[in-house]
């Protein structure tokens, strides 16, 4: 009898699910294991975002009726973000010895505002806000952040020099990578994507940089006004939490109308803060925002929240700060890419990727 013919082995197909299961943990333990490397890269990637963004809006730009040439808006743009970078590091400098020695008095301030809010919401109330506010370990917060601002610091050179070599591969590296598509077709698709890509987050830094520099000088000239301590350093504050939808506009306000409660006797200081302020920086939000960007960024709140948490644990307080615009920049790489669009979708807020285009 002639012999059956053997069937072709199929190859087994490993589950989606079980490749997530088993690359998760080695991709968070790569990513804390290397922070040391992976901060400066993503520090720098978003700076080359934001710098690429101003380039583009200075191409735009006329002198005498003539446009810049490419080469002066790319070392325009690299030394904004360096005398931004400076402008920081000044501020912190001269205020953060001053912060220490007013340490004493708003302890001894804090003492009295107890006493004073014992008499308006009752003794037990205030002794359970006492307890609470004893058991967080201030120091041992001031000094992490301290190490978190001197680390930004420290690496300031290396993320400035990868800012530089970017700026220099820039047209060759995106020309690389369509021509490691297996054909035309293939290429053209890369090219759209990294195109679509590449203008959506530089809209989205551009724009969100402009929105939270506009709160950061409002804050700024309301702080002065009002005479609270250290109105450089806050304003500063918002302009970085800036960066962090919902949550950051809460501790943008919350932060400096503490303080006023804690350096003024009477409340009027602490109420234009918390409402001049406030509503400032909602009106920046919630109309100039939406009306310059066209459209919200449409982000879960709860995955915002898991977002600060996962990459506050993973890259500790720098990984709090960038934890939302690699998010934002995330939605938006995985919207444009097919296969990776429920990741897009499970981070928006509704499902709904608007611009999204099919490729």
């Not at 080695?26 to 380039?55: E, K, N, S």
């Not at 501020?91 to 804090?110: K, T």
């Not at 308006?120 to 201030?138: H, K, Q, T, W």
Request: aromatic share 10%.
């Amino acid at each position: 009898m002639p012999e059956k013919p053997t069937p072709p082995s199929v190859p087994y197909a490993v589950p989606g699910w079980f490749m997530a299961v088993v690359t998760a943990p080695i991709v968070i333990g790569l990513l804390y294991w290397g922070r040391d490397f992976l901060i400066p890269l993503a520090i720098a990637a978003l700076l080359f975002i934001l710098t690429a963004a101003l380039v583009d809006r200075m191409d735009t730009a006329q002198i005498a009726g003539r446009p810049l040439p490419k080469w002066s808006a790319r070392i325009t743009g690299v030394v904004i973000i360096f005398l931004g970078f400076t402008a920081v590091a000044v501020i912190l400098s001269n205020e953060a010895e001053d912060f220490v020695s007013a340490l004493p008095h708003y302890s001894e301030r804090f003492q009295n505002l107890t006493a004073r809010l014992e008499t308006l919401l009752g003794a037990r109330i205030v002794g359970a806000i006492e307890r609470s506010i004893a058991e967080v370990d201030i120091g041992a917060w001031v000094s992490s952040f301290a190490s978190s601002a001197s680390g930004i610091l420290a690496t300031f050179s290396l993320v400035m020099l990868y800012l530089a070599f970017l700026f220099a591969e820039r047209n060759s590296f995106l020309e690389k990578l369509p021509l490691m598509a297996s054909n035309k077709s293939d290429a053209d698709n890369v090219r759209a994507v990294l195109n679509s890509i590449s203008e959506s987050v530089k809209q989205y830094m551009w724009i969100n940089t402009i929105t939270s520099a506009m709160s950061g000088v409002v804050a700024y000239v309301i702080f002065k006004l009002v005479g609270l301590d250290f109105a450089a350093a806050l304003a500063l504050v918002v302009f970085v939490v800036g960066f962090v939808p919902t949550i950051g506009a809460f501790i943008g306000i919350t932060l400096p109308a503490l303080l006023a409660l804690l350096q003024f006797d009477t409340w009027t200081p602490f109420l234009i803060v918390l409402i001049g302020y406030g509503t400032a920086d909602q009106v920046i939000a919630n109309v100039v925002q939406p009306m310059m960007q066209g459209k919200t960024l449409n982000l879960s709140t709860f995955m915002v929240v898991v977002s600060l948490a996962f990459w506050g644990t993973v890259w500790g307080g720098i990984g709090a700060f960038l934890a939302v615009p690699m998010m934002v920049v995330a939605m938006i790489i995985c919207a444009e890419i097919a296969p990776l669009r429920p990741i897009a979708i499970l981070f928006s807020g509704d499902g709904k990727l608007l611009g999204v285009e099919e490729h």
